[in-house]
């Protein structure tokens, strides 16, 4: 048996209304300036050395060199924090004050300034009696350099990574707190580029793709060098600015190429060091700004040249609220470089309240697409993600069945202990009774547009019928077996609101209908009218029911589904979740059933182009 899972499960929306919305595109973030994996293509490819590959991306630019001054970098995982503890084994300094190796030194912000005292143990244990106060931004730093030990350099006790350099804790005139990390720049590139690129391209092609690696530390110490961010820090370590993990990363491939490169930038025509944009992948072109867009052939290696993807409409009416229900998007303007015509510019998108004008930036921002090059497409089929059990993990069966506004249902028509693969559209119900990609095993007609689909097994045979339930009359309509012909049961029992949903709630054999609604399972014990037989408070507006039986003994339990968030019970009562996991995301729907193991397993589908 099984949920029927649609998107008429979320809302009775107008037929015209669009569920999903695909997407077919091209390159992997902004497309400015170098392409990595363009760069690694040419190196790989083409044999372009650094200086080559740096000069087609960078066009306007001429090679130039800085000294090792330092760089000060944000480390974004600690802001806003209250409490900041660093440690080293070797001896260290905080504004005058000698700290024992091993020790930890303790800030604590009180108002707008930081109290200090330290703690024997390292990042653990209690606080040192007599903290001063040591003012806004304290200097912290190793009298002696560590070398490559990292046990001597500077651990941060909040995120456990080592680091090179020394440290202020920092309140900004907004009364918010940061760490620091003041590096000179050579060392702050070890931490950067094996983050932003493969140090395994280093090995590719016989060492040629070390200069796609040379090409990237060059343009990370350009960028890093040209950064200006705020009063206290010039960058951060996310990818807001360039990705930097400290000394925990450091790989003898990328240490080489930033030797092999120590010093080198890239500088406009003023003389000022360029602020080298670099992202993932162009798709074919660079977006231009600053830096001349250019045709980028090495880019085809790219997992994200070409990519697809699917959005639920939801979220498109989430971002711009004002259209209410999504209806279209179109594209009004492209840069007309490349396939498509080109990235987007800008983009109308329209809704049952009406429309906006936006960006491509602004679209792909909003719905995380992997670019702002990009077509609206309309997804054309169903993928179907399966596990044999109820946990997390990568899919044990994925394969694609049914079109992309299909209602998706596990069903075992053949009674063989096993569900397979059933959709359902319009009164239309197709099934496959093998966990595989084909044309459907059998087919029937029973049922309508605005009816939702159900399967159990009604009768206690071993196999299971179908069914539909009329929201308008809250009545469901069952048949013992799959064909198509008169009701064997009609049963009045729900309302327009509630969600059907089956299951063996006493274990006797026989599937029996329920409804659900913001939360409350109302379950009966056989297929006739009546009182509930269960009444149940589990789950909240929003969530999707998800019954089944989980723990394999022979009873529907009850669980619920949020974008992706299993929450399931091993009986139909309430209480605290037995099991929990993370399968899925927003935008996918579940699909409970017995895949194969002793008891049901979890699954979701999601139109796809």
């Excluded at 595109?25 to 083409?46: F, I, K, N």
């Excluded at 070890?190 to 040629?208: H, K, Q, T």
């Excluded at 609101?497 to 609604?517: F, H, M, S």
């Amino acid at each position: 048996m099984a949920l029927a899972t649609s998107s008429a499960v979320l809302a009775a929306a107008p037929a015209q209304a669009a569920t999903t919305v695909g997407f077919a595109g091209h390159g992997w973030g902004h497309g400015r300036g170098l392409s990595q994996w363009g760069a690694y293509g040419y190196a790989v490819d083409r044999g372009w050395d650094h200086r080559r590959i740096l000069d087609h991306y960078y066009g306007g630019t001429s090679e130039g060199t800085i000294a090792d001054d330092e760089v000060s970098v944000r480390l974004v995982g600690v802001t806003g924090q209250d409490l900041i503890v660093l440690t080293s084994k070797q001896d260290f300094v905080v504004e005058g004050t000698r700290v024992p190796g091993g020790s930890g030194a303790v800030f604590r912000r009180t108002g707008g300034t930081w109290s200090f005292t330290t703690r024997a143990d390292g990042c653990f244990g209690a606080d040192a009696p007599g903290a001063r106060d040591v003012g806004r931004a304290p200097a912290v730093w190793l009298p002696t350099d560590p070398g490559d030990d990292r046990s001597r350099m500077f651990r941060v006790c909040n995120t456990d990574r080592p680091y090179r350099g020394n440290f202020r804790p920092v309140v900004d005139a907004a009364g918010t707190s940061h760490l620091v990390n003041h590096v000179p720049i050579e060392s702050y590139l070890r931490g950067v580029v094996p983050r932003e690129a493969s140090a395994s391209w280093g090995d590719a092609a016989g060492g040629r793709g070390m200069a796609a690696l040379r090409a990237q530390a060059v343009a990370a110490r350009s960028y890093g060098r040209a950064e200006a961010r705020t009063s206290y820090a010039q960058s951060c370590d996310t990818d807001s600015c360039q990705v930097y993990g400290g000394a925990l990363n450091e790989d003898p491939r990328t240490d080489r190429a930033i030797a092999e490169t120590r010093g080198q930038v890239r500088r406009l025509a003023s003389g000022a060091v360029a602020r080298t944009e670099f992202s993932a992948s162009s798709g074919g072109w660079t977006a231009g700004g600053v830096f001349p867009a250019v045709e980028d052939l090495g880019d085809t290696r790219a997992p994200r040249h070409d990519w697809t993807l699917t959005v639920p409409a939801e979220r498109i009416s989430a971002a711009w609220p004002s259209i209410g229900e999504y209806r279209s998007m179109t594209v009004l303007d492209r840069n007309d470089l490349g396939r498509d015509g080109g990235r987007v510019l800008s983009v109308r998108i329209t809704g049952a309240n009406g429309s906006v004008t936006t960006t491509g930036d602004a679209v792909r921002s909003a719905l995380r697409l992997w670019s702002n090059w990009f077509t609206p497409v309309q997804p054309s089929e169903t993928m179907w993600m399966l596990r044999t059990t109820t946990s997390g993990g990568n899919p044990e069966a994925q394969l694609r069945y049914g079109g992309p506004n299909d209602t998706t249902l596990a069903c075992d028509f053949d009674g063989d202990g096993r569900d397979g693969l059933t959709v359902y559209r319009a009164g239309a119900w197709d099934a496959r009774v093998a966990l595989s990609e084909g044309r459907p095993d059998a087919s029937v007609s029973y049922g309508g547009p605005a009816m939702r689909p159900v399967c159990g097994d009604w009768d206690g045979d071993g196999q299971d019928g179908i069914g539909v339930y009329e929201p308008a009359t809250g009545r469901w309509f069952l048949k013992d077996h799959f064909a198509p012909g008169r009701a064997d049961a009609i049963v009045q029992y729900g309302w327009s609101a509630a969600i059907p949903v089956v299951g063996d709630w006493d274990g006797d054999g026989r599937d029996t209908l329920g409804v659900y609604a913001a939360g409350t399972w109302l379950l009966r014990n056989a297929n006739t009218p009546g009182a509930p037989d269960v009444s149940t408070q589990y789950g909240y507006a929003g969530a999707l029911p998800v019954p089944g039986d989980w723990d394999g003994d022979g009873r529907t339990s009850i669980g619920i589904h949020d974008r992706g968030r299993w929450l399931l019970r091993d009986s139909t009562g309430p209480g605290n979740p037995d099991r929990a996991l993370d399968y899925g995301a927003a935008g996918y729907l579940p699909i409970p059933g017995r895949w194969g193991g002793p008891a049901d397993g979890v699954g979701v589908s999601v139109p796809v182009l």
